[in-house]
Structures are given as C-alpha cells and as structure tokens.
T-cell receptor, first 109, second 113 residues
Framework: RKEVEQDPGPFNVPEGATVAFNCTYSNSASQSFFWYRQDCRKEPKLLMSVYSSGNEDGRFTAQLNRASQYISLLIRDSKLSDSATYLCVVNSPYDKVIFGPGTSLSVIP | DAGITQSPRHKVTETGTPVTLRCHQTENHRYMYWYRQDPGHGLRLIHYSYGVKDTDKGEVSDGYSVSRSKTEDFLLTLESATSSQTSVYFC????????????FGPGTRLTVT
C-alpha cells in the first residue's frame, strides 16, 4: 500500500459545482496534513493545512478523520481558476513529508 | 512569495556530464529539500538538509549529491547525468515552527540527452 493515496481523477465539473477529493494515508503516527495545489508547469503551493477539528477557508473545507486515516477537501461553487492538480501531503518521520500523486480538476464553463 | 529562487530554470545537458542546480532562500530557514517530479510518480524526495553541513538522503538519492555550506544555499549535483534524470526539480524550504509546511521554488527543468 502506498503511503499516501488519492482519488485518481481527473475530475471534470461545471462552474458552480461542488467537488470533493479524498486522500488516505498509511502511517497512523502522522500528525500534520496539508492540501497543496499545483498549476500546470508550476510549483506546488500550499492551499491549506488540515486540522483535527476541520477547517474552512472561503469556498474550501478540509476535514480529517484520524480513525479511518483519511483527509478530504471540499470545494464549493467551483471557479474556472480552481482548475489545477490537488496534492494531499502527510508528514512522515524525520522531518519529511510524503506527497500523494495528486488529483486533477478541470472546471468547465 | 516565500523568497526562494532556483537556477538555472532550464538546462539541457549531455549524458555523462556533471550538473549542479542551485536553490537560494532569503528566509533564513533551517530546513531545505530537493524533490524531483515525474509523470506517474508525483513529487519524490532526493535529499534534504536540516542545517549548514547537515544533510540526509531521501527516497531517490542514487546519482545525486548535495551540499549546504551556507544557510541560504542548497546545491544539488548530478554527478554524471543520465537520461533517467530528465525531470523537473523543485527546491523547498520549511520554517519548521512545529509544522511541516513547505514552500517551493519555481523549479528547474532538466533535460539529459
């Protein structure tokens, strides 16, 4: 089993739709979780950290389920500018993090 | 912006030649990382540094070496470039204030012919 797995995608959704991405991780000792977005041919950029109680930033909501070892990202009212690849990131031992393979999102007019 | 630059941004080199990529930060952060990103593999850690002269291997370190003689610079060297090292290389820094957030440079596209 891979350390971090994500929905394979791609997701193609119309503008205004709500879309959810899921991510599972294998190391039950992981304590820090993040979502990054990566635009085509650009560097990954931190979208949001994921906290135990769940957190929201505008149209984006992240949730963590430690018992099931999964993280989710919900995007409401999708915009064209949300089109990107979304990377799930989980910390691993010795000051490192593990990146998931990413899920591609295309928002269609 | 996180104050990270990478140079060169693009490079084409021949098999067997040594190549050095540079990552420079203006944030004075302790932790720096080198990743490569390839289709089908996502981001994979090559080497990382937790201080001046303190480095360690990542999951794909074979064929690469690193050096960090100053806080602000982290160099990645391909000792003898091979076609399998054609990739996009990203440098990242981490403030490590009890988190694992990382901030990335713009990347270097390396082609080994």
């Amino acid at each position: 089993r891979k350390e971090v797995e994500q929905d394979p995608g791609p997701f193609n959704v119309p503008e205004g739709a709500t879309v959810a991405f899921n991510c599972t991780y294998s190391n039950s000792a992981s304590q820090s979780f993040f979502w990054y977005r990566q635009d085509c041919r650009k560097e990954p950029k931190l979208l949001m950290s994921v906290y135990s109680s769940g957190n929201e930033d505008g149209r984006f909501t992240a949730q963590l389920n430690r018992a099931s070892q999964y993280i989710s990202l919900l995007i409401r009212d999708s915009k064209l500018s949300d089109s990107a690849t979304y990377l799930c990131v989980v910390n691993s031992p010795y000051d490192k993090v593990i990146f998931g393979p990413g899920t591609s999102l295309s928002v269609i007019p | 912006d996180a104050g990270i630059t990478q140079s060169p941004r693009h490079k084409v080199t021949e098999t067997g030649t040594p190549v050095t990529l540079r990552c420079h930060q203006t944030e004075n952060h302790r932790y720096m990382y080198w990743y490569r990103q390839d289709p089908g593999h996502g981001l994979r850690l090559i080497h990382y540094s937790y201080g001046v002269k303190d480095t360690d291997k990542g999951e794909v370190s074979d064929g690469y070496s690193v050096s960090r003689s100053k806080t602000e610079d982290f160099l990645l060297t391909l000792e003898s470039a091979t076609s399998s090292q054609t990739s996009v290389y990203f440098c990242a820094i981490s403030p490590r204030s009890e988190t694992y957030e990382q901030y990335f440079g713009p990347g270097t596209r390396l082609t080994v012919t």
